[in-house]
Structure formats: C-alpha cells, structure tokens
C-alpha cells in the first residue's frame, strides 16, 4: 500500500470521536440528572433579586409594595394576541411599561402596569379593584361586551407577572394530579346545547346554556422565603399562583365574594355591571431559595418526565444507528483504499470499478452554481447564529427570566454573521469556476432576506388589520431593516470580497469530457436518497419539536435548552453522516452529480417538518378563521426555511470534505 493508502488507514478514524463524544455528554447528563439538561439551576448574569420587607421596615434597599404587571392575552384558538387594555378589564391609572428589547418587540410582548397593587405578608380579602358598566344601547359599550364575549369564547387567557415571574393557574384533573399553565382564561362559555367549554368543567354551577361566565375574581397565593437568617425583616419572592373566580356582586358597596357565578347571557340585551375583586395571601417557604425560584414553573409544566424519557429513548436510538453508519462507511472506505492502492500493473487499473472511476468528473461544477453558493452561505450564517444562540443559553447568559433576550441574541448575530455568509457563498463560487462574485453577493445577501421579510410584511399587515398586539410597529419595521441595510448587507460584501481571492483547491484534476453516467435503478435515484436521507435528522428532532410547536402556539414555556442543545448536535452529526453515505452509495454507481444531491439529501428533513406542522395544526391547534391560519403558516415557513438552510449546509460540507479526502489519498494515473 502506497503511504498515502497507509495514511488514510491510520487517519480516517479521526471523523470518528464525535461520537464518543457524544455518549460522554449523555452520561454526564445522567449523572446530573434532569436539572442540567435544562440548564435552568444558575444564570450567570442574575437579574437583581429584589428585596421585600413589610410597609413599617420599609428602607431604600427593601420594598413593601409587590406590583403585577401583565402581559397580552393569546388563545390556542386563535394566534392574534391582544393587549391587555384592548379588551375593557380595570387599567392603571399611572399606566408604566417596562423597556422592550428588540425580541419582545418582534413577538410583541407588551408588558403593563395594572391596577393590582399588593402590600408584602399583608392578606387582603375581596378588594375591589373596579367597576365596568355595559349598556347595550350605547354602542360603544355594546362592542366593548361583545369583543368580551368574543375573547370568552375564543378562550383568550391572561398572563400576569409578580416580581418578573409568571404568575401560574393550577387546577385538579383526574387522578388526583394537578395540572398547572402560566395563564389563566378570561372566562368560559357554555354552548346552546349546553356543553360545558374550557375551563367551564370545573364548577357545576356553570351549568345554563348559551351563557358566558366571567372570571371577575382572583385569589392570589404568593411564598417568600426568608433570605437572611440575622435579618429577618428582608424576604425574596420565588413563586406566585392564582385561582380565578366568577361572582356576581350585586352590591359593590359591600363584597363577599360569594355567592352565584358571573353571568352574562348570550342574548345580553339590558345594562350589565362588572366588579373585578381580589384577595392575596402571603406564605413562607422555608425550603425554596429565590437562587431556585423558578422551580415552581418547571414542576408546572406538564409532560416533564414524559419528555425527559422520549428524549434519552431518542438519543439511545439516534446514537445507535449514527455509530453504525459511521463504521460502516469507514470501514468499507477504508477497503476499497486499500484496494486501489495495491494496483501495481496497467492491466489492474483497466479493471477499475466503483468511484474510483469518476474521479475525473466527481468535481465537476454544479448546475446552477451561483443559486447553490447562495444557499450554503446563508446556511453557514444561519448555523453559527443557532450553535451560539444555544450554547449562551445554556451556560445561562441568556436567562428565561429576562423576555426577548433570546430572540434579540438570535436576530443581532444574524445581522452580524453576514462576514461568514459572504466569504463561505463567495468562496464555494469559486471553486465552482464561477466569475460573476458580485452578482453572486447580492444574490447571498438578499435572496432569502427578501423572502423572510416578504413573508413578515404579510403577516404584519394582516395583524394590523385585525388589531392585534403582535403587530410591529412601521418605526420597528424600518428599524430592522436598517440593520439589516446597513450592517448585515456591507459585511457580506466584506466576507465575499475576501472569499473571492482564493478557492477549495480540488486533490484530482477535472475530465474536459463528461463521462457518461449509467443507467440507475430506482432506489438510487436522487428523490429516493432524499426521502431516506431525511427521515433520520427528523427522527431525531421530532419530539422537541412537538414541544417547540407548543411553546410557541399553545403558549407554554419551554426552557428545556439543554435537551434542545443535544438534540442540535446530535441533529447535525446525523446529518452530515446520512448524507456521507447516501453520497458514497451514489458515487460507488458512477453517480458523480453530487452536490446538489448532498444539499437536498440532508434538508429534506425541512419537507417533514412542514408535513409535521401540518399535522400539528390539524390535530392539535382549534384554529377557524383565515388570518389565524395564514399567520400561521406563514410563521411555519420561516422556521422550514431555516431548517432547509442549516441542515442543507450541513450535509453538503460533510459529502464536500469527505469526498476531497477519499480521492486525495488514492492513487490516479
């Protein structure tokens, strides 16, 4: 064997420890335990814990006053949110709004003051908070009652925040377990025929039909925990809980809260009056340290356990058939190096079979080279941004507690990474013999750009017309794409300019004749190795995409990064893996068409991601109307797209690379 032969042999393997490495993060998770794959016990940048005292030791450093703030209302029936003052509940009078950060105003978290004002460990019983009037015969009442009434029957459910923490509803379903959400619905509705809707199963006395029944009453229970053992005047916050009621106070003067529940019928034709109450009670938690305070909205989440065994099922079995793909590529590789390596006479070389023949056409330039430069460039941007955005979350520079942090890491890395974007697309365009680098850079900087933010001016003109808190403001539109004008666009003319001066130099030189390729059975044509090729990277990834899905259209939080960060790497070491092997079947065919082949192979997992979010909204989600529906969609196609990039790019490096190593240690005459 030729020393070439010889180094393959003994260097090949090094493709292999990814692997172990895997196993190795696996075990270390174990050993944790279920806390560190959710990264959620530590955030090194800790928002400043707030300290709380009663009204009579009240300093500068110690509060007695604990604020609610809220947050818009969303529905699993409908994905136009709304602000909390869009709907007629008791405002602030001294109205104050938080500062957003980029991310809260992408996702329009608009977060408020309101008129719940609490004193620290003082129990308050049936506070009155206001009163609203409805009389049908003013129209502008009569539209504020039906857009209530609307918003019951959609099931629209508030979310509330106590010293930055979501304030969760936890109610008893059967077997006697409890099952809790950080919100809680704005009422219930009871249909014609009389079946109980939604929240209106848990209290027999929503019994009439075609009546809604108004959640004008909560009991709040907040815990605290005593921080300093010399000091016992100073507490921290670490959970708040809720329990909403319906009460018809027929005296505003003189509150029970008690007695029948809130009614307003469906056919409401005379004045109405509503009297939104309260009661808070304080209570200590010896146990329960603020460090770990966000606790209580993790053992809230429901699923947990279910999640945590899928995902070491899937990671057992992902392992598994990736470790078995890799020997088996490596070691048949490895034989058939060996084999053209012994080659000593000319009549052995005639006798050449499998992709040692296409040696002279296997780097080939593509068909449509500039579209496919394009592509791997955005793609790169795109990966870089998704393994840090991960990686900071999960060392907890990217807090849970701190909204909009996460999306404002994303979006502001992707306007930065446009220097990768530009040098990968401008590069991989010259290796493609490619001349026109210009044309190709604005190709890589406004071609899938344009497409997202065509897509998101469409569905920001629909929230607008539909009134929903989720619209971006035409000063925040223009905003973006000044960034992205101004800084992502000049960095990756930057990155394809210093791209463009050099190229992947090729280990074997290009046939000026095509060879001739022959015929192929079915099962080695590309769409069948693009079916098969994306089945295992969504495998995978299907579970966490199921809860993803339901972090962000059944609005729970989802703050399982750990998971989600193995998941990832797991994700592109099964992709780039498939696709090596797909490649080598094909080329063992004297297939040599391999790039866009290597590209598509991997990223048709993105064809059963929109098959799965299909699926998703059809049994899952209880959405009707249109705009629902194309906001929807249209948000689903985002996320297809970059998945299409990433895993794309992905795959097409790994075949890329592993290809160059092949023929750059076998013998060519």
């Known amino acids: 064997m030729s020393s070439r032969g010889s180094y393959l042999g003994t260097n090949l393997w090094r493709l292999w420890p990814a692997l172990p490495g895997l196993w190795w993060l696996l075990g270390l998770g174990l050993l944790l335990g279920p806390q560190a794959a959710l990264c959620a016990p530590f955030y090194l940048p800790r928002l400043a814990p707030v300290n709380f005292c009663e009204a009579d030791r009240e300093t500068p450093t110690c509060k007695s006053s604990v604020a609610l703030f809220v947050n818009r209302l969303d529905s699993v029936e409908s994905v136009l949110p709304y602000e909390h003052n869009t709907f007629d509940f008791c405002q602030d009078s001294g109205k104050k709004s938080p500062s957003e950060n980029l991310g809260q105003v992408l996702f329009g978290g608009q977060i408020t003051s309101s008129p719940y004002k609490f004193s620290f460990n003082k129990t308050e019983t049936c506070i009155k908070v206001c009163v609203k009037s409805y009389d049908t015969a003013n129209e502008d009442q009569k539209k504020k009652l039906d857009f209530l009434k609307k918003g019951i029957q959609l099931n629209y459910q508030h979310h509330w925040i106590i010293d930055n923490m979501p304030v969760i509803w936890c109610r008893d379903i059967e077997g006697r377990e409890k099952y809790c959400t950080p919100g809680f619905p704005i009422g219930c509705f009871v249909t014609k025929s009389g079946i109980a809707r939604d929240a209106c199963v848990i209290n027999l006395e929503f019994n009439k039909s075609n009546t809604f029944y108004l959640f004008n009453h909560v009991d709040i229970t907040i815990t605290y925990h005593r921080e300093n053992e010399t000091n016992w005047s100073i507490a921290r916050l670490v959970s708040a809980r809720l329990d909403p009621k319906s009460y018809k106070h027929s005296d505003e003067n003189h509150l029970t809260c008690h007695g029948p529940p809130m009614e307003i019928p469906g056919e409401y034709t005379d004045k109405l009056n509503v009297t939104y109450t309260y009661s808070v ?76 023949l296409v040696h002279g056409d296997v780097f080939r330039p593509p068909r449509s080279r500039m579209l496919l430069s394009a592509f791997l460039g955005q793609g790169i941007q795109v990966l870089i941004m998704t393994f840090i955005t991960l990686l900071l979350v999960c060392l907890g520079f990217l807090s849970p507690a701190n909204r909009g942090a996460l999306m404002t890491c994303a979006v502001v890395l992707w306007v930065l990474l446009g220097t990768s974007a530009g040098y990968v697309s401008a590069k991989m365009y010259k290796t493609f013999r490619g001349v026109q680098w210009k044309t190709n850079f604005l190709l890589t900087a406004l071609l899938c750009p344009c497409v997202i933010f065509v897509n998101l001016f469409i569905m920001n003109l629909i929230l607008w017309v539909e009134g929903s808190s989720a619209a971006i403001s035409f000063g925040a539109l223009i905003g973006i794409f000044a960034m992205w004008l101004g800084i992502s666009v000049p960095l990756t003319f930057l990155g394809a300019y210093i791209g463009s001066m050099g190229k992947f130099k090729h280990p074997v030189h290009i046939n000026q004749v095509p060879r001739q390729i ?57 992709c780039s893996e498939a696709t090596v092997l797909l490649c080598y079947f094909h080329l063992c065919a004297e297939d040599y068409h391999w790039w866009w082949r290597a590209f598509f192979t991997s990223s048709f997992m993105a064809v059963y991601l929109f098959m799965y979010t299909v699926y998703y909204f059809i049994t899952k989600l209880q959405i009707a109307d249109v705009a629902s529906t194309i906001l929807y969609f249209g948000s689903s196609m985002i996320m297809v797209l970059i998945f299409f990039l990433f895993t794309g790019t992905v795959g097409f490096f790994s075949c890329f690379f592993f290809i160059t190593k092949i023929y750059s240690v076998v013998k060519v005459d």
């Open 281 to 356: 009670k304080f209570e200590e938690n010896k146990n329960n340290k603020s460090g770990s305070r966000w606790n209580y909205v993790l053992e809230s989440m429901p699923e947990t356990n279910i999640q945590w065994f899928s995902i070491i099922n899937s990671f057992v079995i992902i392992l598994f058939l990736s470790g078995m793909v890799a020997m088996i590529t490596l070691k048949t590789v490895h034989k058939d190096i060996t084999r053209y390596n012994q080659m000593r006479f000319p009549e052995d070389a005639q006798k050449e079979f499998g992709w040692k």
């Open 518 to 574: 022959p015929q192929q059975t079915f099962f080695r044509k590309p769409l069948f190795g693009m079916i098969i090729g994306g089945v295992l990277p969504f495998g995978c990834t299907f579970i966490q995409l199921f809860f993803i899905l339901n972090s962000i259209w059944s609005h729970q939080m989802y703050i399982m990064f750990g998971f989600l960060f193995l998941v990832f790497i797991i994700l592109l070491i099964t």
